[in-house]
């Protein structure tokens, strides 16, 4: 059984021997030729080899794959059916005969609505996968690799790229948002600000994009983000607790502006403050979305628990609503132009 991240990472190596082929872009092929200091040697000029090809990775999947969500990358890169059922886990007998009389957009209207079929054949974290609206994909770099570096140089040749393509229906990303969640994370992540970004991008596109880049840290106190609305080429680095979408009915907002009036209470007044914010990041266009530490935005735990119905007695998924940090996600999905989520995560495996 070959698994998804093994036939993608073949697809990157044989556009990596045909020099980063793109008909509609091609500068693509000059900034990551860059990147490498000796092409022969197999040398990077400033990125470790993981970061590159994560990096390589990343813009196959946007360029390639047209930043194709993952159910039509299993499509794509497994064509026969056989072979896409065992690299999806889709292994059980009744599975099998299922796909036997019914195609694969049924096999996925059950998976995204029947309990019962999931929860049998363990498919949670597919049903995830199924049920995203837009195109979310996780890089796994061992512990230490790099990550921060990772999500800025992404950042970094987006902004480039965007700049090389001007039209505003080029798909490149003009603005990124990185979530940390905490603050101690927070602080690392401003290594961002120390990058030699003139060792990722090639010395013409590096002065266009150092003389526009506007990188902002959020700050206990700060109302709003010093962000200009609907402007470009800004990297907003905020923890999770600084930014998040706090829904409320007219009647509960009318009730806690009243609260805080008369009583000035602060987890109301910080909440407010998160709106804020939020809302500035809501207006800035060509949006990217990058989350350090994975498993703070994604994994079906996060969205609730099979429970027993009390009437039927049947176990039932119970939405008990998502981290913050989802919560956001999805909620900037639907109120702007989302290009694309990238989210890490570190893994002690060692060669696998």
């Known amino acids: 059984m070959t698994h998804l991240h093994e036939t993608l990472a073949n697809h990157v190596t044989e556009w990596r ?20 200091d000796d092409a022969d040697e197999g040398r990077s000029r400033y990125l470790r080899s993981a970061q590159l090809r994560a990096l390589e990775t990343y813009w196959y999947l946007r360029l390639v794959q047209g930043t194709a969500k993952i159910p039509q990358l299993y499509e794509r ?7 896409r059922r065992e690299a999806m886990g889709l292994t059980a007998r009744e599975i099998r005969d299922f796909l036997e009389d019914e195609t694969w957009e049924t096999l996925y209207d059950r998976i995204r609505t029947d309990n019962a079929f999931v929860r049998k054949h363990h498919l949670e974290s597919l049903r995830e996968t199924l049920t995203l609206d837009y195109p979310s994909y996780i890089l796994a770099l061992a512990m230490g690799a790099g990550k921060t570096i990772l999500m800025a140089t992404i950042v970094a040749t987006e902004f480039a790229m965007a700049q090389e393509y001007p039209d505003l229906e080029s798909p490149f990303v ?5 979530f940390a969640p905490g603050k ?9 600000a120390d990058i030699p970004f003139d060792k990722v991008l ?21 109302k709003d983000l010093p962000v200009v609305w609907g402007s470009s080429w800004n990297i907003v680095v905020t923890n999770t607790e600084k930014i998040r979408i706090q829904k409320r009915t007219r009647g509960q907002q009318k009730q806690r502006q009243l609260q805080l009036a008369l009583t000035g209470n602060e987890e109301d007044h910080d909440q407010e403050i998160a709106n804020l914010r939020l809302q500035a990041i809501a207006s800035l266009p060509h ?8 498993h703070h935005t994604y994994g079906q735990k ?51």
């Open 302 to 352: 996060l969205l609730g628990k099979w429970q027993k119905d009390k009437d039927t007695g049947e176990e039932v998924f119970v939405e008990q609503g998502i981290k913050k940090v989802r919560k956001t996600v999805d909620f900037l999905a639907q109120e702007t132009n989302l290009q694309v989520v990238v989210n890490t995560t570190g893994t002690p495996y060692f060669e696998r």
């Open 17 to 36: 021997e045909a020099c980063y082929p793109s008909d509609d872009y091609p500068v693509i092929a000059e900034i990551l030729e860059f990147a490498m």
């Open 174 to 178: 003009r603005n990124a948002l990185i």
């Open 202 to 222: 090639p010395p013409r596109m590096y002065g266009p994009f150092s003389a526009s880049l506007k990188l902002t840290f959020t700050r206990d106190g700060d």
């Open 287 to 294: 949006l990217a979305i990058f989350s350090d530490e994975a």
């Open 77 to 83: 890169l497994f064509p026969k059916s056989r072979e």
């Open 184 to 192: 101690t994370i927070l602080e690392s992540l401003r290594e961002i």
